[in-house]
């Protein structure tokens, strides 16, 4: 299975950088479509569903906690995270 950094990493054209650079892009990257994809999940769920997320996550930030949570009461959550991957670069080839 591919990871959200190996489809970012052949999403994008990193030619004129390092490896260094490159890598913080790609986690640059990864955190924004990763945020991008939780909030479009939050807003999918009722009341309910955001009161039983904020009391099963609580004050844990643990992002694979979060992932977990998330994959297991959203099925279309990865889908979601490559859509997500799309639309950045779409705006990236915009600029």
Do not use: C, W
């Given at each position: ?8 990493a052949t999403s994008f054209s ?47 930030t643990d992002p694979r906690k ?30």
């Amino acid at each position: 299975m591919q990871t959200l950094k190996d489809i970012i990493a052949t999403s994008f054209s990193f030619v004129d950088l390092n490896d260094d650079e490159k890598n913080k892009m790609i986690n640059e990257l990864s955190d924004i479509a990763i945020q991008r994809t939780v909030i479009r999940s939050l807003e999918k769920m009722s009341n309910e569903e955001a009161e039983e997320f904020s009391n099963t996550i609580g004050d844990d930030t643990d992002p694979r906690k979060i992932f977990n949570y998330l994959e297991s009461h959203d099925p279309s959550f990865f889908d979601m995270l490559r859509e997500e991957v799309i639309r950045l670069q779409a705006l990236a080839s915009q600029e």
